[in-house]
C-alpha cells in the first residue's frame, strides 16, 4: 500500500460509515437498475474509488488483504454497490497495465473505468491502430465511467492467427444499450455497451496474453508490490469482500428477525426452534469458511506482490478455487437463510430477498463460478494442464 494512503483500519471505517447510505438507497437502484447519485457520492467522499489507482495520482494503492475487508463492510450496505466499486477497481488496475503516458490521459480525480474479460467484439488493422467493432454485455457502472476497458479479438503480430487485444476505450465512443433487467444485481447497472467503427490507437491496445504473463506496458507500476500480482489473482481477491459481506448481511438479517412466530406450529419464537439453532450456526460457519479462504487468497497475493515473486501454475488455480469456495459458502449461506425466513421475506419491501438474489446473480459469473473453479483445481490435481489461458 502507498504509504502516504489511509490506514487499514481508516479505509476500513469509512466504508463503514458509508454503508447505511448504500443501504437507504439498494431499493432505488434495485427499481432503476443504476446506483443512486448520492451513493456515488458517498463514495467518491469517502476515497474508495482510489484503492487501485497509482500514488501518483493520488491513489492509495491497496494491497488485497485491505480491499478484502473494505469490500465486506461497503456489501453489508448493498451488494450493488460493492460489486461496482470492486468492478471499477479490478478495471483500474487493468488500466494500469497499459503506457505511463496512456495511464496519464485516464487517471483523472476519481475517474472510474469499468471493463470485461470477454472478447466479444473484432478489431480490424488501420493506421496506427485498430477500428473496433461489437458490443460487451455485463458491463457493470458504465452509467457512471469515463473508460472502459474492452476486449477484442485481433491479428497477432505475424498476422496469421487471432488474439484476444485489451482496448482502452473512452465511454464517450462508445453507446449504451440499457438492457439490464434481471432478477439480481440489480443496481449495478450491468448494461451492453457497442462500438461502431470506434478508431483504438496503437498505445492503447494491449494482449491479452502478455497481461495474464505479468508483461505490463507501464514502466512505473511494476514498481508497486500492488501491479506485480497476477491478473486474475488479483481480480479473484478483489471480488471476495462482496461475497462475505452480502452473507453477513443475510445472518445480521435473519437474527434480527428471530422473534418472528413460525407459522403452523407452537413456536412462539423462531428463537426457541432447534432448526433455527441449526440454521444460524451453519450460516455462520459457511461465513467464517468464506471469510478463511479470502484471507488466505489475499495473504498470497500480498506477499508474493511483496517479495517480487513468480506464480507458479498451481498457485494460479488455487487463486480461482479460492474464489469459487467463498462464493459457494456465501451464496449457500444466503439461500439457507432466506428459506428459513419463510413467506414473508418474498416481500420487495425486505432486504434479505435482494440479498439472495445478489448472490445468486454473483454465482453465475464464469470467473466465481464454484464448480467451474472446483473442477478446475481438481483437474490439476489430477496431473492435467489447465485448460484455460485465464489464470
Same mark, same amino acid.
Given at each position: 500500500?502507498?504509504?502516504?494512503?489511509?490506514?487499514?483500519?481508516?479505509?476500513v471505517?469509512?466504508?463503514?460509515?458509508?454503508?447505511?447510505?448504500?443501504r437507504?438507497?439498494?431499493?432505488?437502484?434495485?427499481?432503476?437498475?443504476?446506483?443512486?447519485?448520492?451513493?456515488?457520492?458517498?463514495?467518491?467522499?469517502a476515497?474508495?474509488?482510489r484503492?487501485?489507482?497509482?500514488?501518483?495520482?493520488?491513489?492509495?494503492?491497496?494491497d488485497?488483504?485491505?480491499?478484502?475487508?473494505?469490500?465486506?463492510?461497503?456489501?453489508?450496505?448493498?451488494?450493488?454497490?460493492?460489486?461496482?466499486?470492486?468492478?471499477?477497481?479490478?478495471?483500474a488496475?487493468?488500466?494500469?497495465?497499459?503506457?505511463?503516458?496512456?495511464?496519464?490521459?485516464?487517471?483523472g480525480?476519481?475517474?472510474?473505468?469499468?471493463?470485461?474479460?470477454?472478447?466479444?467484439?473484432?478489431?480490424?488493422?488501420?493506421?496506427?491502430?485498430?477500428?473496433?467493432?461489437g458490443?460487451?454485455?455485463?458491463i457493470?457502472?458504465?452509467?457512471?465511467?469515463?473508460?472502459?476497458?474492452?476486449?477484442?479479438?485481433?491479428?497477432?503480430?505475424?498476422g496469421?492467427?487471432?488474439?484476444?487485444?485489451?482496448?482502452?476505450?473512452?465511454?464517450?465512443?462508445?453507446?449504451?444499450?440499457?438492457?439490464?433487467?434481471?432478477?439480481?444485481?440489480?443496481?449495478?447497472?450491468?448494461?451492453?455497451?457497442?462500438?461502431?467503427?470506434?478508431?483504438?490507437p496503437?498505445?492503447?491496445?494491449?494482449?491479452?496474453?502478455?497481461?495474464?504473463?505479468?508483461?505490463?506496458?507501464?514502466?512505473?507500476?511494476?514498481?508497486?508490490?500492488?501491479?506485480?500480482?497476477?491478473?486474475?489473482?488479483?481480480?479473484?481477491?478483489?471480488?471476495?469482500?462482496?461475497?462475505?459481506?452480502?452473507?453477513?448481511?443475510?445472518? =445480521?438479517?435473519? $437474527?434480527?428477525? !428471530?422473534?418472528?412466530?413460525? &407459522?403452523? @406450529? *407452537?413456536?412462539?419464537? +423462531?428463537?426457541?426452534?432447534?432448526?433455527?439453532h441449526?440454521q444460524v450456526?451453519?450460516?455462520?460457519?459457511?461465513i467464517?469458511?468464506?471469510?478463511?479462504?479470502?484471507?488466505?487468497?489475499?495473504?498470497?497475493?500480498?506477499?508474493?506482490?511483496?517479495?517480487?515473486?513468480?506464480?507458479?501454475?498451481?498457485?494460479?488455480?488455487?487463486?480461482?478455487?479460492y474464489?469459487?469456495?467463498v462464493?459457494?459458502r456465501?451464496?449457500?449461506?444466503?439461500?439457507?437463510?432466506?428459506?428459513?425466513?419463510?413467506?414473508?421475506?418474498?416481500y420487495?419491501?425486505?432486504?434479505?430477498?435482494?440479498?439472495?438474489?445478489?448472490?445468486? =446473480?454473483?454465482? $453465475?459469473?464464469a !470467473?466465481?463460478?464454484?464448480a &467451474?473453479? @472446483? *473442477?478446475?483445481?481438481? +483437474?490439476?490435481?489430477?496431473?492435467?494442464?489447465?485448460?484455460?489461458?485465464?489464470?
Amino acid at each position: 500500500m502507498n504509504a502516504n494512503a489511509p490506514a487499514r483500519a481508516e479505509l476500513v471505517r469509512r466504508a463503514a460509515e458509508v454503508a447505511p447510505v448504500l443501504r437507504a438507497n439498494a431499493p432505488w437502484g434495485d427499481e432503476h437498475r443504476r446506483l443512486h447519485e448520492e451513493s456515488l457520492a458517498a463514495l467518491t467522499d469517502a476515497g474508495l474509488f482510489r484503492m487501485r489507482v497509482p500514488a501518483r495520482y493520488g491513489g492509495y494503492e491497496t494491497d488485497a488483504a485491505t480491499f478484502v475487508e473494505v469490500m465486506t463492510e461497503l456489501a453489508r450496505g448493498d451488494g450493488s454497490a460493492a460489486w461496482n466499486v470492486s468492478a471499477w477497481s479490478i478495471s483500474a488496475w487493468m488500466a494500469c497495465q497499459f503506457p505511463d503516458h496512456v495511464q496519464d490521459e485516464v487517471f483523472g480525480e476519481d475517474v472510474r473505468v469499468c471493463g470485461v474479460l470477454s472478447p466479444s467484439a473484432s478489431a480490424v488493422p488501420a493506421a496506427d491502430g485498430m477500428v473496433v467493432n461489437g458490443a460487451w454485455q455485463f458491463i457493470s457502472g458504465a452509467h457512471h465511467s469515463a473508460w472502459q476497458v474492452a476486449l477484442a479479438m485481433g491479428p497477432t503480430p505475424d498476422g496469421q492467427a487471432q488474439w484476444p487485444l485489451m482496448a482502452l476505450i473512452p465511454l464517450s465512443d462508445l453507446t449504451i444499450v440499457d438492457d439490464w433487467d434481471t432478477t439480481g444485481l440489480r443496481g449495478t447497472g450491468s448494461v451492453t455497451t457497442v462500438a461502431e467503427n470506434v478508431f483504438v490507437p496503437q498505445d492503447r491496445l494491449l494482449p491479452l496474453a502478455l497481461v495474464l504473463q505479468e508483461q505490463s506496458a507501464s514502466k512505473l507500476n511494476p514498481e508497486s508490490a500492488l501491479y506485480r500480482a497476477p491478473l486474475i489473482a488479483t481480480g479473484c481477491t478483489t471480488f471476495t469482500g462482496t461475497a462475505i459481506g452480502l452473507a453477513k448481511s443475510a445472518l =445480521a438479517t435473519y $437474527l434480527e428477525q !428471530l422473534d418472528k412466530k413460525i &407459522t403452523y @406450529t *407452537e413456536y412462539a419464537s +423462531r428463537r426457541e426452534a432447534p432448526v433455527t439453532h441449526l440454521q444460524v450456526a451453519e450460516a455462520a460457519l459457511r461465513i467464517e469458511e468464506a471469510e478463511g479462504h479470502a484471507a488466505r487468497l489475499a495473504a498470497l497475493v500480498d506477499a508474493k506482490g511483496a517479495a517480487g515473486e513468480p506464480w507458479t501454475p498451481e498457485e494460479r488455480v488455487h487463486a480461482r478455487a479460492y474464489l469459487g469456495r467463498v462464493f459457494d459458502r456465501a451464496t449457500r449461506t444466503a439461500r439457507t437463510l432466506g428459506d428459513a425466513s419463510g413467506g414473508g421475506s418474498l416481500y420487495l419491501t425486505g432486504s434479505l430477498q435482494r440479498t439472495v438474489r445478489d448472490l445468486h =446473480a454473483l454465482s $453465475l459469473h464464469a !470467473l466465481m463460478h464454484s464448480a &467451474t473453479n @472446483t *473442477e478446475l483445481y481438481g +483437474r490439476v490435481l489430477c496431473g492435467l494442464a489447465p485448460n484455460t489461458m485465464y489464470l
